[in-house]
């Protein structure tokens, strides 16, 4: 499932090839991806404008159009993806970086395009169909970024009440960004016990907490994903810490499976 790393990898392909470019069609005929808008109000309200800039806050994405236009929100869901082709059809920016082509992807697996006047696109990918567009989405539920809060903010956030910790880094109106892979190896790498009460963590420890979830996600964005995370391979059964070598542990908190090393986190 994309997390932050993957949805900044997202912003930074539309940033580098989509930016300024006008659009003269839209095809926004998925009821379901872009409710709850009817089919052609997203494509009148963007067709002329061009994007004017791409941010993210934690895994929500959106731009912004020309002349106070409305802004864009994009959401990959489980698996989207967005790819940037140009105008011969090929993939310039997003998806796998070894295939940059459109052979084998199903164009009925595109769920939101936006043409320019080139030719060139910006196609929502989703092999799920869980992904989402909509104008002006509400971002004032989320929490701050996770790749970018302070660490005091972070303590005072993240140490608030009595749940599980690893229940809340997932609480995006928490911290926005953090996800089931990412929380994982953000709690190994701080060797804190993601069971354990958040009530319990004391100055320093969410001090090293907010230490490892930069990090992480640094590290992450470096890597391609959260999916390279150093705990991530070893999240099966039989599963080793690759740390110290003892079994890891498998349980349910927050209702994700979590995994984390029986010596150093139990």
């Not at 009925?108 to 196609?123: C, I, K, Q, Y």
């Amino acid at each position: 499932m994309p997390e932050l790393p993957e949805v900044e990898s997202a912003r930074a392909a539309i940033e580098r090839a989509a930016l300024g470019r006008r659009v003269v069609e839209v095809d926004d005929a998925d009821t379901y991806v872009c409710r709850p808008h009817s089919p052609g109000e997203i494509r009148d309200a963007l067709v002329g404008r061009s994007l004017g800039g791409a941010h993210r806050r934690g895994k929500t994405l959106w731009c912004t159009t020309s002349g106070s236009g409305p802004l864009l929100g994009l959401h990959l869901g489980m698996a989207g993806r967005i790819l940037v082709t140009g105008p011969d059809g090929d993939v310039v920016e997003g998806g796998d970086p070894a295939r940059r082509h459109r052979h084998g992807l199903k164009p009925e697996w595109d769920r939101f395009t936006l043409v320019f006047e080139d030719g060139a696109s910006l196609r929502l990918f989703d092999t799920r169909r869980l992904g989402r567009v909509r104008l002006d989405p509400d971002l004032d539920a989320l929490g701050p970024d996770a790749g970018e809060v302070g660490v005091a903010a972070f303590r005072e956030r993240v140490g608030r009440g009595t749940a599980p910790v690893k229940a809340r880094l997932l609480d995006q109106s928490v911290i926005a960004g953090v996800g089931n892979l990412l929380a994982d190896e953000t709690l190994w790498q701080a060797r804190i016990d993601p069971r354990r009460r958040v009530s319990e963590l004391d100055d320093d420890d969410l001090t090293a907490l907010h230490r490892a979830l930069r990090l992480a996600t640094r590290a992450a964005i470096r890597g391609g994903g959260v999916h390279t995370g150093e705990v991530i391979g070893h999240r099966r059964a039989g599963g080793l810490c690759p740390r110290c070598g003892a079994p890891m542990s498998r349980g349910t908190v927050g209702g994700r499976t979590t995994w984390w090393c029986s010596e150093e986190q139990g």
